[in-house]
T-cell receptor
């Protein structure tokens, strides 16, 4: 199957600083990627849809100025958590689909990034 | 928007017995229903999926059934083994191609030896 790589796997940052998380599709092109957040023992909640070459689409309740998404190429989307606070501590996961193969195919997930804000 | 409900939240079964997890969805436009297994701190792994033009799909010990009229789908695991212990998520998608997924709340499955 297709490979999606996420970096870093974990990060600890101080409150008030910004953190950038990268999501790469390694062997396919992804015009669309998705960013999810997962709190401990909870489900994956969609944060935003990352569109190559255009603005991201954010889900209701997600602050676009706090969670900056950039999708500058067909293989890379980045999520920047700005002015991070302890309540932003969570597991962030991206996903992408190789739509070049065929429609309605499997979504592939990155390995996730555990963010801890202290 | 789409809403997916999953039950039960926890499930404990004896090794060798069967486990069933159920999900309901709200939007009749959803046409793709995957099931994921997630181990602690790891990415979700697709274990089986079903599309709206199929009523049932089986892959060895795992099967999924879909009732479009009632808008519910279920995961069935037979002959459970300790390595089946994990959190399982159902999901629904109403977007062709890009797979924007709405997840259920998850079921923590424990297989007792």
């Amino acid at each position: 199957g297709a490979v999606v790589s996420q970096h870093p796997s974990w990060v600890i940052c101080k409150s008030g600083t910004s953190v950038k998380i990268e999501c790469r599709s390694l062997d396919f092109q992804a015009t669309t990627m998705f960013w999810y957040r997962q709190f401990p023992k909870q489900s994956l909640m969609l944060m935003a849809t990352s569109n190559e070459g255009s603005k991201a689409t954010y889900e209701q309740g997600v602050e676009k100025d706090k969670f900056l998404i950039n999708h500058a190429s067909l293989t890379l989307s980045t999520l920047t958590v700005t002015s991070a606070h302890p309540e932003d501590s969570s597991f962030y996961i991206c996903s992408a689909t190789d739509v070049g193969r065929h429609l309605n195919t499997e979504a592939f997930f990155g390995q996730g990034t555990r963010l801890t804000v202290v | 928007g789409e809403n997916v409900e999953q039950h039960p939240s926890t499930l404990s079964v004896q090794e060798g017995d069967s486990a069933v997890i159920k999900c309901t969805y709200s939007d009749s436009a959803s046409n793709y229903f995957p099931w994921y297994k997630q181990e602690l701190g790891k990415r979700p792994q697709l274990i089986i999926d079903i599309r709206s033009n199929v009523g049932e799909k089986k892959d060895q010990r795992i099967a999924v059934t879909l009732n479009k009229t009632a808008k519910h789908f279920s995961l069935h695991i037979t002959e459970t083994q300790p390595e089946d212990s994990a959190v399982y998520f159902c999901a629904a998608s109403m977007t062709r191609g890009a797979q924007k997924l709405v997840f259920g709340q998850g079921t923590r499955l424990t297989i007792n030896p």
